[in-house]
């Protein structure tokens, strides 16, 4: 089974809104998560570094006050991508790093998030 | 700093044999290999940390090179299932705790 769960894994949402994917961490505990982006037949391309209890850390280029990360427990990471626009239209995908999985050092991918703004 | 994937496309008939390479400009501290269906999330193949070389399951296995920062991933007698993009995920450091920076991906067909 999935060992990083993300939620909702559609959704459509009006130009100016808000939307919220989260990102959880099944049977471990992680201190830190990323999130990527992926647009059509493109790379993941890294967003930003989640870390439990302080701020997260942003790529060149990322608007952190578009893409809110909070990192508020030790299995929980939500990113909220703020007054939506198209051209947020993507694939958001959250990782993390199980230190105790048994290929070791393992990172596990969530199942993604397909946000359309229309 | 974006690892370089080659080729960036193949097309194969089943059974036969591909390698995909992803190559670096900076030194690695790991390498991870992704395969990625269509609208579906990336899966984990195997990873690659210095020092090491790593067999993964079925019929595909990879190696390392650390003072060539790059790694190879070897598919033998490929099948359909084996269809999909590869991406090499590059670690710099340990302590970045799972920060990967991928290459551009290489889409394999396999045909009947």
């Known amino acids: 089974g999935a060992v990083v769960s993300q939620h909702p894994s559609r959704v459509i949402c009006k130009s100016g809104t808000s939307v919220k994917i989260e990102c959880r961490s099944l049977d471990f505990q992680a201190t830190t998560m990323f999130w990527y982006r992926q647009f059509p037949k493109q790379s993941l391309m890294l967003m930003a570094t989640?870390?439990?209890?302080?701020?997260?850390?942003?790529e060149q280029g990322v608007e952190k006050d578009k893409f809110l990360i909070n990192h508020a427990s030790l299995t929980l990471s939500t990113l909220t991508v703020t007054s939506a626009h198209p051209e947020d239209s993507s694939f958001y995908i959250c990782?993390?790093?199980?230190?105790?999985?048994?290929?070791?050092?393992?990172?596990?991918f969530g199942e993604g998030s397909w946000l359309t703004v229309v | 700093q974006q690892p370089v994937q080659s080729p960036q496309a193949v097309i194969l008939r089943e059974g036969e044999d591909a390698v995909i390479n992803c190559s670096s400009s900076?030194?690695?501290?790991?390498v991870h290999w992704y395969r990625q269906k269509h609208g579906e999330a990336p899966v984990f193949l195997m990873i690659l940390l210095k020092g090491g070389e790593q067999k993964g399951h079925e019929k595909i296995s990879a190696s390392f090179n650390e003072k060539k920062q790059q790694s190879s991933l070897y598919l033998t007698a490929s099948q359909l299932s084996y269809s999909g993009t590869y991406f090499c995920g590059t670690e710099l450091d340990l302590a970045n705790t799972g920060k990967l920076i991928f290459g551009q991906g290489t889409t394999l067909q396999v045909k009947p």
């Open positions: 900076k030194a690695l501290y790991s």
């Open positions: 990782s993390a790093r199980d230190w105790g999985s048994s290929s070791g050092n393992t990172i596990y």
């Open positions: 989640s870390n439990e209890g302080s701020k997260a850390t942003y």
